[in-house]
């Protein structure tokens, strides 16, 4: 069986970056909640991590929130904590897409607990 062909003119560039990074974010998802992370925002060139509430303590204290503080300490002028609604997050500059976010937590992983 043949694949149909699309002309040329139908995908372009900008359309395989887009998909490529669409294709990105199964794996920014599997990251981010090894790590412990709620939710992951991606908004106007930075990335918002979303952490679970207060009354998990014991989440505060495990090796993967150390590996986020030590990543926040290496990196204070990159990275905001905020607190909003009750919620806690981390506001990290200059990640502009998802293989950016990708690497960025993957640097997180592979770093020394505090």
């Given at each position: 069986m043949s694949r149909p062909r699309f002309p040329a003119s139908n995908?372009?560039?900008?359309?395989?970056?887009?998909?490529?990074?669409?294709?990105?974010?199964?794996?920014?998802?599997?990251l981010a909640r090894r790590l412990g992370i709620e939710k992951v925002v991606l908004k106007q060139g930075s990335m918002y991590i979303y952490f679970v509430d207060d009354n998990n303590k014991a989440y505060y204290q495990s090796p993967m929130f150390g590996r986020l503080l030590n990543f926040l300490q290496a990196n204070p002028r990159r990275c905001r904590i905020r607190e909003k609604n009750g919620?806690?997050?981390f506001a990290i500059a200059d990640v502009p897409t998802v293989e950016e976010a990708v690497a960025l937590l993957n640097n997180v992983l592979s770093l020394e607990t505090i």
């Open positions: 995908v372009s560039a900008n359309t395989v970056k887009e998909t490529a990074e669409l294709l990105r974010i199964p794996r920014l998802r599997y919620r806690r997050s």
